[in-house]
């Protein structure tokens, strides 16, 4: 079946402007999951959903981060008034509530000019 | 709060040899321990995990760990490497008090392993 899949596979922009990333996770999977991976670091946990709600959102690192998942399924991340050091490859990962095991996308590297 | 250390950042290898990726952590709850796999411009893909049980998980592609409590260590192995095992490998912790999926994970900065022929 089909993994999880993340739009766009690369986003560049610049500094201040608004960007919207996607992910779809599989189908059937009730948590979702975002990790931020900057160069040469692993992956930083940034919030998790459980259906529509976000279970944990300790991560963002401040207000200009904001991620929903009106439907439960599909979610996207929203980073306002962006910075340079916002630049990093965005992570989504999905997991059927009863399993450790999460599954993750290709990820979209941002890059902020 | 957990914390994931992985003490080597880069291990060359020659293929056919054996490999040990070391991975020690810091938590004040029990944990869940897992190592993923992230394959050059590919996505990280789940090698093996410990829940419980035996200390020793074996996982894909021949690799297996072997968790420590003393140590707080879960360290990965291979008898004998390839080519294609060539990649970025990263130790991963979640709070285990929950159970399920509601444990977001706590990477380590990762080990590039790279095979030499």
């Known amino acids: 079946g089909a993994g999880v899949s993340q739009t766009p596979s690369n986003k560049v922009t610049e500094k201040g402007k608004y960007v919207e990333l996607r992910c779809d996770p599989i189908s059937g999977h009730t948590a979702l999951y975002w990790y931020r991976q900057s160069l040469g670091q692993g992956p930083e946990f940034l919030i998790y959903?459980?259906?529509?709600?976000?279970?944990?959102d300790s991560g963002l690192p401040n207000d200009r981060f904001f991620a929903v998942r009106p439907e439960g399924s599909v979610s996207t991340l929203k980073i306002q008034r962006t910075e340079r050091g916002d630049s990093a490859v965005y992570l989504c990962?999905?997991?059927?509530?009863?399993?450790?095991?999460?599954?993750f996308g290709p990820g979209t590297r941002l890059t902020v000019l | 709060a957990q914390s994931v250390t992985q003490l080597d950042s880069q291990v060359p290898v020659f293929e056919e040899a054996p490999v040990e990726l070391r991975c020690n952590y810091s938590?004040?709850?029990?944990?869940?321990l897992f190592w993923y796999v992230q394959y050059p411009n590919q996505g990280l893909q789940l090698l093996l995990k410990y829940l419980s049980g035996s200390t020793l998980v074996k996982g894909i592609n021949g690799f297996e760990a072997e968790f420590n409590k003393s140590q707080t260590s879960f360290h990965l192995r291979k008898p004998s490497v390839h080519i294609s095992d060539t990649a970025e490998y990263f130790c991963a912790v979640s709070d285990s008090r929950y159970g399920g999926s509601q444990g977001n994970l706590i990477f380590g900065k990762g080990t590039k392993l790279s095979v030499k022929p």
């Open positions: 990962a999905s997991s059927v509530r009863s399993s450790n095991e999460q599954f």
């Open positions: 959903f459980q259906g529509t709600g976000a279970a944990d």
């Open positions: 938590s004040s709850v029990s944990v869940y």
